[in-house]
Nanobody
């Protein structure tokens, strides 16, 4: 089993920045991919970004060019740097991890609110 704990969410004005962090513990040797999904009220959960152990990244179309995912394998931590935030980025952001490409372990989520 893998446990994931997110931090760094909060309230920010449009155009601002936030950095989310997610620390993994437990059976961490089984993790290949880590990443972030988000879910806004009344909407389906959507991909934000993922990164493999080999630093191959994948981004959702709505965040390309504004968000950057990175990973520190020594610290078992994945980061999400979010710049040029928009009100439509408001959502609960969930950290996930998985042994292959898809994510199967999830954190509790952290709220990001962007005011206009």
């Amino acid at each position: 089993q893998v446990q994931l704990v997110e931090s760094g969410g909060g309230l920010v004005q449009a155009g601002g920045s936030l950095r989310l962090s997610c620390v993994a513990s437990g059976s961490i040797l089984g993790i290949n991919t880590m990443g972030w999904y988000r879910q806004a009220p009344g909407k389906q959960r959507e991909l934000v970004a993922t990164i493999t152990r080999g630093d191959s990244t994948n981004y959702g179309d709505s965040v390309k060019g504004r968000f950057t995912i990175s990973r520190d394998n020594a610290k078992n931590t994945v980061y999400l740097q979010m710049n040029s935030l928009k009100p439509e980025d408001t959502a609960v952001y969930y950290c996930g991890a998985g042994p292959l490409i898809s994510l199967g372990w999830w954190g509790q989520g952290t709220q990001v609110t962007v005011s206009s």
